[in-house]
C-alpha cells in the first residue's frame, strides 16, 4: 500500500495531465468528426433544396377545366394523371437514391 501512496505522489501530476491530454484529443477528434457530419448533411440539404426547386419551378400543362365530354375521356384524364403523379414519384426515388446510397 505504502508503494502505491509512494507511486501516486511521486508520479501523480504527469499521470493526471496525461489523462487531460489524452480527453482533449478525444474531443478534438469528436469535433472533426461532428463538423465533417454538419459538412454532409448541409451538402444533402442543398441538393434537396435544388431539386424541390427544379421541381416546384417547372409549369406541368394544366388540361383544360371544361366538362368531359364523355365518361371514357374522364377516364383517360385519369388515367394521364396517375402516369404523371407515377411518373414524379419514380425521378423523386431516384434522385433521393442519388443522394442516399
Request: hydrophobic share 45%; proline share 4%.
Amino acid at each position: 500500500m505504502q508503494y502505491v501512496t509512494d507511486f501516486m505522489q511521486t508520479y501523480g501530476t504527469i499521470l493526471l495531465l496525461g489523462a487531460l491530454a489524452a480527453l482533449n484529443i478525444i474531443g478534438v477528434c469528436i469535433g472533426v468528426a461532428v463538423h465533417r457530419f454538419n459538412r454532409r448533411m448541409d451538402t444533402i440539404q442543398k441538393k434537396i433544396e435544388h431539386y424541390l426547386c427544379v421541381v416546384l419551378a417547372e409549369e406541368e400543362p394544366e388540361m383544360p377545366e371544361s366538362e368531359p365530354v364523355s365518361v371514357q375521356e374522364q377516364q383517360m384524364r385519369e388515367v394521364i394523371r396517375q402516369k404523371r403523379l407515377q411518373q414524379e414519384e419514380a425521378v423523386f426515388d431516384a434522385v433521393l437514391q442519388e443522394i442516399f446510397p
